[in-house]
């Protein structure tokens, strides 16, 4: 069955660099846009960043110019690099994929398959 396994979050310091994975099986991973999602501490989940199987990317505002986005269709993975980490950035980070469009991912519709998230903590 699909499975998305995010990896690499960790308690960093504010203005550091983290990377983040997400390691997908099961189904077809070239054919699906894959995103990332957080979800911090008594807050609801909210969309952060985006890449459609032709490599159309969309950020949330709050993380433009700090995160990047990236996939690799050879090792069914995408990455999340995420620079100047600032202590509002703590949350779960939640991989997702869906079938249908990017932008329709971006607006929080369509994923099909979730990872279970991996925590991120940026301290002070």
């Known amino acids: 069955q699909a499975q998305l396994v995010e990896s690499g979050g960790r308690l960093v310091q504010s203005g550091d660099s983290l990377r983040l994975s997400c390691a997908a099986s099961?189904?077809?991973?070239?054919?699906?846009?894959m995103g990332w999602f957080r979800q911090a501490p008594g807050k609801e989940r909210e969309f952060v960043s985006v890449i459609s199987w032709s490599s159309i990317i969309y950020y949330a505002d709050s993380v433009k110019g700090r995160f990047t986005i990236s996939r690799d269709n050879a090792k069914n993975t995408v990455n999340l690099q995420m620079n100047s980490l600032k202590p509002e950035d703590t949350a779960v980070y939640y991989c997702a994929a869906s079938p249908g469009s990017a932008r329709d991912l971006s607006r929080g519709h369509g994923m099909e398959y979730w990872g279970k998230g991996t925590l991120v903590t940026v301290s002070s």
């Open positions: 099961g189904f077809t991973f070239s054919d699906y846009a």
